[in-house]
């Protein structure tokens, strides 16, 4: 369980649809999570939650769990696949209006899309709470590091197959990556969204290939460590 500590909770849920090259909400964990957290450690003072042999935590949490209250940050990966059910929608609304927050990763094209936004709009109603995109000069985006533009890092395995030639996943209906994100009544992001762009890849993998790491992970990096410190304060 989740203790004092930040943590950063995987998203369990159910899959209604499915993605090329996807795998559901195990995509990128654990060590997506296992990393970023290690290296928000190393390059801040925050205290991250670690077991009784030190390694850093991780945990997988359902919507419908009471332990999600425990969870300082969620994400979730690969959610062009997913579908809430209403509980799951009542839990989840309540968790974001006290103060939760949720980052979406890795979903491609315009399916994908039209899947998520569909699915949070039974969480958050447009009409309230409009998706909107992350402006470079956003706060968000300057928490410790100067995020110049959203990085497009697609998974290594697509990677490696095209000789590194592209990043885009979905050729033209990809080609672009986004940071959007949900806000409340009082402007606090309760919702982010990195898509057409897979960030969590840059942590998984950084120790696998060193032309992976250098082309994208200080990028991965920079944008993940700024999203949890803005998290974290807002």
């Given amino acids: 369980m989740p203790d004092a500590s930040f943590v950063i909770c995987r998203v369990s849920y159910r899959s209604v649809r499915v993605e090329p090259m996807g795998i559901g909400w195990q995509t990128d964990y654990p060590f997506a999570e296992i990393n970023l957290t290690t290296r928000l450690a190393e390059l801040t003072k925050t205290r991250i939650s670690r077991d009784e042999n030190g390694r850093t935590n991780h945990f997988v949490v359902r919507l419908i769990d009471d332990t999600l209250f425990n969870c300082p940050l969620i994400l979730a990966s690969d959610v062009g696949s997913l579908g809430f059910t209403a ?111 897979d960030v969590a890849d840059s942590w998984e993998r950084e120790g696998e290939d060193p032309g992976f790491f250098y082309q994208f992970s200080p990028d991965g990096y920079a944008l993940g460590i700024d999203v949890l410190l803005h998290a974290m304060t807002h």
């Fill in 87 to 197: 509980p799951e929608i009542e839990r989840l609304r309540t968790y974001l209006l006290k103060g939760g927050f949720l980052w979406v990763d890795d979903f491609w094209g315009t399916q994908a899309w039209r899947q998520w936004s569909n699915e949070i709009a039974k969480v958050l109603p447009p009409a309230e709470y409009p998706i909107e995109d992350v402006p470079m000069d956003d706060p968000m985006l300057k928490s410790m590091f100067e995020v110049a533009q959203i990085p497009q890092i697609t998974n290594i395995q697509f990677w490696r197959g095209v000789g590194g030639q592209t990043t885009s996943e979905r050729g033209s209906d990809s080609s672009q990556a986004y940071l959007r994100a949900i806000r409340d009544r009082h402007g606090r992001a309760m919702v982010v969204m990195t898509f057409n762009t």
